[in-house]
C-alpha cells in the first residue's frame, strides 16, 4: 500500500509528465520517437526535418521533454541523440491507473 509521501510523488511526476505534453510540437516529437525502433535513436537535425520549426525552438521543446522524464539524450561528437525513456508509456499509464485506484 501507498503512503501519503509515495501517493504525492506520484501525483507529481504524473502533473509533470502531463504538462510536458501540453504542446502539439512535444506530442509530435513523441510519435516520431516512439516509432523508432528499440535500438535507434533520433538526431536533432532528423527531428528538425520532419517539424515545421525552427531548430532552436525543437531544442526547446526537448528540453522540455527532457526535464519531464519523457526522453533521454546521448551526445556523440557534436551531435546529440535522443531517444524515449525506456518503458514511460508503461510507466505514464500505471500513474494514470493510481487516480482511478484512489
Known sequence: MKTDKNKDND????????????????VQIIEIL?????????MVSSLVDQLPIAQSTVSQH??????AGWIKGRIE?????????????EDYQQLIDNIQNN
Open 34 to 42: 516512439s516509432n523508432l525502433p528499440s535500438d535507434k535513436q533520433c
Open 77 to 89: 561528437g557534436p551531435k546529440v541523440c535522443y531517444c524515449l525513456e525506456k518503458n514511460i508509456f
Open 62 to 67: 526537448l528540453k522540455i521533454l527532457k526535464e
Open 11 to 26: 501525483r507529481k511526476k504524473l502533473a509533470q509528465l502531463s504538462k510536458a505534453l501540453s504542446h502539439p510540437y512535444r
